[in-house]
């Protein structure tokens, strides 16, 4: 009977496999990109937890009375802390995107090469989340971190290595009407010259689709394409930086990115990392609506949109699912993007990762969660609920 049971499943997996990805419909066709951050590490995967989940001062072996570790965030995730390279948290994050309308992530990246001790674990990560996104029809491109670059030659190596292994992938951002690879950079913040630049760019091999940091295209002169919005560091004129840029600036960049983010609370003072930068209260959600509001005010200088950040626990600028917000930020986006999806949706998503830790250990019943989650990427929610809702 078991062996009958794991034939039929089989088959049903052969078929949902074969559909395709099923493309989210949208009232809104504007691209909008979350900005992804693969640096959170476990015992599981280093031997030891990730300053990101400790800084200097947390400790997550510790464990209140409610379960929640102790970390460095004044946010606590909804399936508490996690591993950026496993592959449940992965499918988990992805999902929920794609049920809110989002078309990709724009991966936090510090490149193969350079001056951070992590390099190689966050590209091991990066890798991890790349290697998945194709499953679930979204796409993806990196936000560069060139502040960690040591020399031009880092820089340049770093350029070679997304060459080499993303540009050819089927899923990587492209733009315009050459359909370069879409590339933005923190900054500049190491190389501030053009003649810098124009090294680097002779290893992508094509021409990219270059965004530079709002106020900072001179840094790269015309290697840059235009410029993307963020975080400006005050409470009280953050909104009108944004205005101002959108108004003033975008109409002269070929093009622009606008940011949209729930607000800015860092976690460094208390982590003993420094003494903070500033705070933006969330305002349960007020704030998050009213940057996306700026974006649909000036929409027509504005190209894409980079939702910031997924979760970047220790600044407190956090889209992904929390104790403290549950899914409010993703229905916020889902309301912008004008997908048909609610919360229900994003619930039985995350059900899905539940169900994936409990049972772990049993390969027939990660088989059927395997089929459910290919009906939740395909559209088929009813299919994927029959299963989901079994357990």
Request: proline share 4%; hydrophobic share 35%.
């Given at each position: 009977?078991?062996?009958?049971?794991?034939?039929?499943?089989?088959?049903?997996?052969?078929?949902?496999?074969?559909?395709?990805?099923?493309?989210?419909?949208?009232?809104?066709?504007?691209?909008?990109?979350?900005?992804?951050?693969?640096?959170?590490?476990?015992?599981?995967?280093?031997?030891?937890?990730?300053?990101?989940?400790?800084?200097?001062?947390?400790?997550?072996?510790?464990?209140?009375?409610?379960?929640?570790?102790?970390?460095?965030?004044?946010?606590?995730?909804?399936?508490?802390?996690?591993?950026?390279?496993?592959?449940?948290?992965?499918?988990?994050?992805?999902?929920?995107?794609?049920?809110?309308?989002?078309?990709?992530?724009?991966?936090?990246?510090?490149?193969?090469?350079g001056g951070n001790t992590?390099?190689?674990?966050?590209?091991?990560?990066?890798?991890?989340?790349?290697?998945?996104?194709?499953?679930?029809?979204?796409?993806?491109?990196?936000?560069?971190?060139?502040?960690?670059?040591?020399?031009?030659?880092?820089?340049?190596?770093?350029?070679?290595?997304?060459?080499?292994?993303?540009?050819?992938?089927?899923?990587?951002?492209?733009?315009?009407?050459?359909?370069?690879?879409?590339?933005?950079?923190?900054?500049?913040?190491?190389?501030?010259?053009?003649?810098?630049?124009?090294?680097?760019?002779?290893?992508?091999?094509?021409?990219?689709?270059?965004?530079?940091?709002?106020?900072?295209?001179?840094?790269?002169?015309?290697?840059?394409?235009?410029?993307?919005?963020?975080?400006?560091?005050?409470?009280?004129?953050?909104?009108?930086?944004?205005?101002?840029?959108?108004?003033?600036?975008?109409?002269?960049?070929?093009?622009?990115?606008?940011?949209?983010?729930?607000?800015?609370?860092?976690?460094?003072?208390?982590?003993?990392?420094?003494?903070?930068?500033?705070?933006?209260?969330?305002?349960?959600?007020?704030?998050?609506?009213?940057?996306?509001?700026?974006?649909?005010?000036?929409?027509?200088?504005?190209?894409?949109?980079?939702?910031?950040?997924?979760?970047?626990?220790?600044?407190?600028?956090?889209?992904?699912?929390?104790?403290?917000?549950?899914f409010s930020y993703l229905?916020?986006?889902?309301?912008?993007?004008?997908?048909?999806?609610?919360?229900?949706?994003?619930?039985?998503?995350?059900?899905?990762?539940?169900?994936?830790?409990?049972?772990?250990?049993?390969?027939?019943?990660?088989?059927?969660?395997?089929?459910?989650?290919?009906?939740?990427?395909?559209?088929?929610?009813?299919?994927?609920?029959?299963?989901?809702?079994?357990?």
């Amino acid at each position: 009977m078991r062996g009958g049971f794991l034939v039929l499943l089989s088959l049903l997996w052969i078929s949902v496999s074969t559909y395709g990805q099923q493309p989210v419909e949208k009232n809104n066709h504007m691209r909008v990109y979350m900005h992804y951050m693969p640096w959170f590490e476990t015992p599981e995967t280093i031997g030891r937890w990730g300053w990101h989940w400790t800084m200097n001062t947390r400790n997550p072996d510790k464990v209140d009375e409610s379960g929640k570790r102790e970390i460095a965030s004044h946010y606590y995730p909804l399936i508490g802390t996690y591993a950026s390279r496993d592959k449940d948290v992965i499918e988990y994050h992805l999902l929920l995107m794609k049920l809110s309308g989002i078309d990709g992530v724009l991966i936090n990246w510090y490149g193969v090469q350079g001056g951070n001790t992590d390099v190689e674990d966050l590209l091991k990560s990066s890798n991890a989340i790349i290697s998945q996104v194709n499953d679930f029809g979204l796409e993806f491109g990196v936000v560069m971190e060139d502040r960690f670059s040591r020399s031009i030659e880092d820089a340049k190596a770093n350029m070679a290595y997304l060459k080499e292994n993303y540009f050819g992938h089927p899923a990587y951002i492209r733009y315009g009407a050459e359909e370069d690879p879409l590339v933005a950079v923190f900054g500049p913040i190491t190389f501030e010259e053009p003649r810098q630049w124009a090294a680097i760019m002779e290893e992508a091999g094509e021409d990219v689709e270059f965004l530079t940091l709002w106020h900072e295209t001179e840094d790269a002169g015309s290697h840059a394409d235009g410029a993307y919005s963020w975080i400006f560091e005050d409470e009280e004129s953050h909104l009108e930086h944004l205005e101002k840029f959108y108004a003033q600036n975008a109409p002269e960049l070929e093009t622009v990115m606008g940011s949209a983010y729930p607000g800015f609370h860092d976690f460094y003072r208390e982590g003993g990392a420094g003494n903070g930068y500033f705070y933006i209260p969330h305002k349960k959600g007020a704030t998050l609506k009213k940057t996306l509001s700026v974006i649909k005010e000036h929409q027509e200088h504005i190209d894409m949109v980079q939702l910031a950040t997924w979760n970047d626990f220790g600044e407190g600028t956090v889209f992904e699912p929390t104790i403290e917000t549950g899914f409010s930020y993703l229905q916020k986006i889902q309301e912008y993007t004008g997908v048909k999806y609610k919360e229900q949706e994003l619930a039985l998503v995350y059900k899905l990762f539940k169900l994936r830790k409990e049972y772990s250990g049993d390969p027939a019943i990660q088989e059927r969660l395997d089929v459910a989650s290919v009906h939740l990427s395909n559209l088929e929610i009813e299919k994927a609920a029959g299963i989901i809702n079994n357990y």
